[in-house]
């Protein structure tokens, strides 16, 4: 015979003090692990979602990122132009661009310091092949002019990023002319301008990359097979999003330290529900000796008890996500470990970061309510009568 569920909600409402000083130091815990996981699954969405499958992105061989020394020479671009499966827009011109990484510093426009930034120099036709990213405020930079548009989250955080604003790129001013939404993916991190005005300030014969946008999924492997294959290109190819997901190394810091801080943390949370557990068990003692002489088993009562601990757990983890829930949305910024640029994202509690919170609430309260629930139902009906 099983003992009622509301046996044990009857029993935490009678220990108000104790239950809610067990409860909020499970949700402290909670809340630190949802804050890391939901850090990670913006991280992992402004690098994961980022990027077309049917965009194949070129780099020189043996570089894993775009800022890498060297790049794609400009005879290769029209190679790739005449390459079969590479899609026309509706101008009938090649879906083909050549694209130039810098990194420029800004002032935060709190007073925090300067950081790294990542700037974009591409061609509209880069800009078209784009169509995630739209323009919010003012408009596109002018080919062959010192102008940039900088994203929404570049506008938001640091200084000189205003329309109408100047930035010191390289030997010139550019002038900000427009703003434009990322989507939330890693281009909410960079300012772009014209890839010919940055090619002629620095007078620079290469790209730091190419992109190429290919007709269907078949001719995007082929793209990126015929570049990894010609010789003569000496260059490496991968699809969009491949590249980008092997940006997220750049969350790894978070990841650990997060990990070692949720860890201790879930540590203390088991010894405070152990000890409440306990604590109850020593209370009830005359409570458990009567569940016995009116029959009721030692697994009803050990199974009685790690439910009490569960729903104890599952309070905390309650309180825990409401607490982080202003957070969710929140914009921050983390160092790029490839780029050495601040990498701008949002925390995302999504519902797999629900999900974890509350399994993680869940193993919290069974390893620190199992002993007290086994002690509990081990004893022996006279001594706990005489308690």
Not at 83 to 89: E, Q
Not at 115 to 133: D, H, S
Not at 286 to 302: D, Q, Y
Not at 309 to 330: D, H, R, T, V, Y
Request: proline letters at 4%.
């Amino acid at each position: 015979m099983a003992i009622p569920l509301s046996y044990n909600v009857r029993n935490l409402k009678l220990r108000k003090g104790l239950t809610i000083m067990t409860a909020l130091g499970i949700a402290l815990t909670v809340a630190t692990a949802v804050f890391i996981m939901a850090l990670l699954a913006g991280l992992n969405r402004a690098f994961g979602t980022t990027g077309d499958p049917l965009n194949v992105l070129v780099l020189r061989k043996g570089s894993n990122s775009e800022l890498s020394a060297g790049g794609v020479q400009r005879e290769a671009m029209q190679v790739f132009k005449d390459l079969p499966g590479v899609a026309k827009n509706n101008r009938n011109e090649p879906m083909v661009s050549g694209e130039d990484i810098l990194i420029i510093v800004l002032p935060r426009k709190d007073g925090t310091g300067e950081t790294n930034v990542t700037t974009r120099f591409l061609t509209p036709m880069g800009v078209e092949m784009r169509p995630e990213i739209k323009l919010v405020e003012g408009r596109w930079f002018t080919p062959g002019q010192r102008e940039i548009t900088v994203s929404k989250a570049i506008h938001d955080r640091f200084s000189h990023a205003n329309i109408g604003d100047s930035m010191r790129i390289g030997s010139g001013d550019w002038k900000v002319v427009g703003v434009f939404d990322a989507s939330g993916t890693a281009h909410a991190s960079e300012v772009w301008g014209d890839i010919n005005q940055i090619s002629t300030d620095f007078e620079r014969s290469i790209y730091s990359s190419a992109l190429l946008r290919a007709t269907d999924p078949v001719s995007a492997e082929a793209l990126k097979n015929r570049a990894n294959d010609d010789q003569r290109l000496e260059l490496n190819g991968m699809l969009e999003p491949e590249y980008y997901r092997s940006q997220t190394k750049s969350g790894d810091p978070i990841k650990w330290v997060g990990q070692i801080v949720a860890i201790i943390m879930a540590i203390g949370s088991c010894f405070a529900a152990t000890n409440t557990m306990y604590a109850a068990v020593a209370y009830r003692g005359r409570e458990i000796a009567t569940l016995r002489v009116i029959g009721f088993s030692r697994s009803s009562i050990l199974t009685s008890f790690v439910l009490e601990s569960l729903l104890l757990s599952l309070l905390g983890a309650a309180i825990g996500i409401l607490l982080m829930l202003p957070f969710n949305g929140w914009t921050t910024g983390t160092s790029n470990a490839v780029t050495f640029s601040e990498v701008v994202f949002s925390l995302q509690m999504t519902p797999t970061v629900i999900g974890a919170a509350l399994g993680f609430a869940l193993f919290m309260g069974l390893v620190g309510g199992i002993a007290p629930a086994w002690h509990a139902a081990s004893r022996e009906i006279l001594a706990a009568l005489r308690d």
